[in-house]
């Protein structure tokens, strides 16, 4: 199975700072990488697809960039409600596999 | 606008079998490009994906579960289920089921599922 790995496991951040979050992936799949947002008791929404497509809806303030094997999501400029749990999920190799996920917590 | 909820029993003793049900609205799940799949999260753990059921009716499921889960679909109802069986207390966890293949675009909100006796 490929394996995500996820870093940092949580990020202390204000609103209004740029945060960046990293995803590595333990072998080559391509551009096959999604970001999700998680909240306790919703559903997760989907940010980013094929690593840096914004998805309909996702604020722009969202980007996803892919160098290699290494997969990343900025935020530009954090928001009250960006305060959540976010996951990397690869979909280039069966089984699909996922991060351990990213807090970001108010500082 | 396209929403999915799962539904099912919460609470499952050990050796039993998991049925849950995906109801969903605002898209077909026909032809093989649409899918439903269904991910789980431990408690305190990493989202694990458990499979998917396309709408042509193939189906992939994870080595780790391939043996215990079943997915079936009545598009009729746009419904999917799964089912799991023997579980145990390792499959604790919220289970969820989205709409997509590789990507999943939409999301159910979850059911929390516990195994106990």
């Known amino acids: 199975d490929v394996q995500m790995t996820q870093s940092p496991s949580t990020v202390s951040a204000s609103v209004g700072d740029r945060v960046t979050i990293t995803c590595r992936a333990s072998q080559g799949i391509s551009s096959w990488l999604a970001w999700y947002q998680l909240k306790p008791g919703k559903a997760p929404k989907l940010l980013m697809y094929q690593a840096s497509i914004l998805h309909n809806g996702a604020p722009s303030r969202f980007s996803g960039r892919a160098s290699g094997t290494e997969f990343t999501l900025t935020i530009s400029s954090l928001e009250p409600d960006d305060y959540a749990t976010y996951s990397c999920q690869q979909y280039g190799a069966l089984p699909w596999t996922f991060g351990q996920g990213t807090r970001v917590e108010l500082k | 606008q396209i929403t999915l909820k799962e539904s099912g029993l919460t609470l499952v003793k050990p050796t039993q079998t998991l049925t849950l049900t995906c109801t969903f609205s605002?898209?077909?799940?026909?032809?093989?490009?649409?899918?439903v799949g269904w991910i789980r999260q431990p408690p305190g753990k990493a989202l694990e994906w458990l499979g998917v059921?396309?709408?042509?009716?193939?189906?992939r499921y994870n080595a780790s579960v391939k043996t215990r889960v079943t997915f079936t679909k009545d598009t009729s109802k746009d419904q999917v289920v799964l089912r799991m069986t023997n579980m145990g207390p390792a499959d604790t966890g919220t289970y969820f089921c989205?709409?997509?293949?590789?990507?999943?675009?939409?999301w159910g909100q979850g059911i929390l599922v516990t195994v106990s006796s």
């Open positions: 989205a709409q997509g293949t590789g990507t999943y675009y939409y």
């Open positions: 605002g898209f077909s799940l026909t032809g093989s490009t649409v899918g």
């Open positions: 059921i396309y709408g042509d009716n193939d189906k």
